[in-house]
């Protein structure tokens, strides 16, 4: 089935057309409501629902910050991406880290992501990588999760420094956390604590019934 064929199709119902096993389960390319979006066994993981919270979150963080440098920890499909090159027009360079290969291979062989300038994608554990860094960047995204569920080390206070560490004077950092039931509540509000200590301010910001978005001003 062709894209035109199945994108039309997707406003009825939708059309899967491609299955990988990544790292941490099971994704599928579909389209839907004639956006191909990625999914994991659970959940959104670029261009759906996801793509709404970052949608949200970079315009409400344009109004303040122009970013010369961007680092994105987590770069799926590359929603956050796209919205910045195609919806507010930014000039940035991005640099970012992705864990999991299979995810790598699919934002470059069905969402474009090798024809994004100014662009660095690198292999690797954001929660480790975050101190081997030494450039500091006006903008970091965290988006880090396993499936549904946020990934081992990222609610340490340790994760928390580097990133203060890594951005600059000025810069914010958008923290993408999921509370769906108490043990990923209790998860999320501990990043929320580990910002407050080492961030000027937290601003909160809830998408999607689940997601809630930290943004934090260094």
Not at 36 to 56: C, E, I
Not at 110 to 138: L, S
Request: include cysteine; charge should be negative; charged fraction near 25%.
């Amino acid at each position: 089935m062709d894209d035109l064929f199945a994108r039309f199709l997707s406003y009825i119902f939708p059309i899967r057309t491609h299955t990988a096993n990544g790292k941490f389960g099971p994704l599928e390319i579909r389209w839907e409501n004639g956006r191909k979006v990625l999914n994991s066994a659970n959940g959104n993981q670029s261009f759906g629902s996801l793509h709404r919270v970052w949608q949200n979150t970079l315009h409400e963080v344009f109004k303040d910050l122009r970013p010369k440098t961007v680092l994105m920890l987590g770069f799926g499909g590359g929603s956050a991406a796209y919205i910045l090159r195609n919806e507010l027009d930014s000039k940035a360079s991005i640099t970012a880290i992705e864990l999991d290969p299979c995810m790598m291979d699919l934002a470059t062989s069905h969402f474009g992501a090798d024809g994004i300038e100014k662009f660095t994608m690198i292999q690797g554990d954001a929660v480790v990588r975050i101190h081997a860094i030494k450039e500091r960047f006006d903008l970091i995204l965290v988006d880090l999760f396993e499936d549904l569920d946020l990934a081992r080390g990222v609610d340490t206070s340790g994760f928390s420094h580097g990133l203060r560490d890594r951005c600059e004077q000025g810069g914010i950092v958008c923290f993408n956390t999921v509370a769906y039931d108490e043990k990923s509540g209790n998860r999320s509000q501990k990043i929320a604590d580990h910002l407050g200590r080492v961030f000027n301010t937290v601003t909160e910001f809830r998408y999607e019934g689940v997601n809630r978005m930290f943004i934090a001003d260094r």
